[in-house]
């Protein structure tokens, strides 16, 4: 089963779960079934020979298990290689499919703090003539259902809103959203990469019509996703990849087994640890502010309750940015955003919930997960208040 904590503290400390997870060695155990030649290695596709049949099944029980945890069908689930791809998928997959039957026009809402993965689709949509809206976030980074209603138009042609914000942990209401877009006739797509194992996701109450999720934020592989396609009523997507016409037309391209297995068994985790896991990385989450929270200037960036249990997000007042990062030598963490860490210029999504320049290159993103002990924490803590006296001394 899971690994439990080495009794020795291993630094640099991980404090950088939302940028990626370690893979849950009972996921790594049931991949490495799916690669050899004494395991199931064969194409899933392959109709005429057992092998093939084998493969077949464990995908589709792999399908199952992600359908599951999004109370779905399984024949709603199409795989793709990552969340980047759904979003992808989703979005210029919709778009195009409502401009075969509107040859002009075309509105897109979205907001501003979403994912790169949804914002340059949607950029580039925008380049082949869809209008745009991009709600702005309120200062602790939510959108409201009411911008949403507000934003529709008679020639909206979907709504992609996520539901927690990957730098700041930002929960939004995306059910209200839902039932708003349902009423109007209007496609849902919600980019849930950071969602799975820290909230319930349930398509039916929530009526999302399309979902993307990224095995690599809940303890499964790298280059593995999925995005979930509503059947009833029916979305309708293009497919971006043709050769084939694998995953019911939407997504060609051999299945890779091992993958897939993987990202089930991460999502049947997810659901078995949903009870209790979040409850857990809270407290350690919450026990990490409690230790440096007296800093001075330090100020929490984000939704001080409606927040994702691993996420901690904060300004550091009058240090510099960089310096402190250069600094905490023995902490894993993030500058607000892996994907903005290879440029210098400050995070999009701490400037749009209000942040000065300064305030957003003096912010950090620290977050918590599986494997988080108690005994990080604290290390952590003494570590981060001895960096920050100096640089303010
Ligand atoms: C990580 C992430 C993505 C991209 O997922 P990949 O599987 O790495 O392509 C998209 N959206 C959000 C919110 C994410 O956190």
């Excluded at 893979?23 to 057992?50: I, Q």
């Excluded at 949403?148 to 008679?154: E, M, N, T």
């Excluded at 009058?318 to 500058?335: F, I, N, P």
């Amino acid at each position: 089963m899971t690994e439990r904590q080495p009794s020795a503290l291993q630094t640099p400390v991980y404090l950088d779960y939302a940028a990626t997870t370690p893979v849950d060695p009972a996921v790594a155990e049931a991949m490495a079934k799916h690669l050899t030649r004494g395991g199931v290695f064969a194409n899933p596709a392959s109709r005429s020979h057992l092998y093939g049949w084998q493969a077949e099944e464990a995908v589709e029980t792999a399908r199952g298990q992600v359908a599951t945890l999004l109370n779905a069908d399984p024949r709603e689930i199409v795989w793709t290689s990552g969340a980047t791809e759904a979003d992808n998928l989703a979005l210029k997959g919709a778009a195009q499919a409502w401009r075969e039957d509107n040859p002009t026009g075309g509105h897109i809402v979205t907001s501003a703090i979403e994912h790169k993965a949804v914002l340059d689709p949607v950029q580039w949509l925008e380049g082949q003539g869809f209008s745009v809206t991009r709600l702005a976030p309120d200062a602790s980074g939510q959108i409201q259902p009411e911008q949403v209603r507000a934003a529709l138009r008679p020639d909206t042609c979907l709504v992609s809103v996520m539901h927690i914000n990957n730098e700041l942990g930002t929960v939004s209401d995306v059910a209200a959203m839902g039932a708003i877009c349902r009423a109007q006739g209007v496609p849902f797509h919600v980019d849930a990469a950071q969602s799975a194992g820290k909230l319930a996701l349930d398509v039916a109450a929530q009526q999302i019509d399309l979902l993307s999720l990224s095995a690599h934020k809940m303890y499964g592989p790298k280059g593995i996703g999925a995005l979930y396609v509503r059947r009833d009523p029916s979305v309708r997507i293009a497919a971006q990849i043709h050769g084939g016409g694998h995953e019911r037309g939407m997504r060609s391209g051999t299945l890779p087994t091992h993958q897939c297995v993987g990202m089930g068994v991460a999502a049947a985790q997810a659901s078995a640890h949903l009870e209790t896991e979040p409850a857990r990385i809270t407290a350690l989450r919450d026990r990490l502010w409690g230790g440096i929270a007296d800093l001075p200037g330090i100020r929490l960036n984000g939704h001080a309750t409606e927040r994702a249990c691993g996420h901690l997000n904060m300004a550091f007042g009058d240090c510099d940015g960089e310096l402190l990062l250069l600094s905490l030598r023995e902490l894993a963490v993030s500058s607000g955003s892996a994907c903005n860490s290879a440029s210098l210029s400050p995070s999009y999504v701490l400037k749009a919930i209000g942040l000065s320049d300064a305030q957003a290159q003096a912010s950090l993103r620290v977050s918590l997960g599986r494997y988080t002990t108690e005994q990080e924490v604290d290390f952590a803590v003494e570590h981060i208040r001895s960096v920050v006296k100096k640089l303010l001394h």
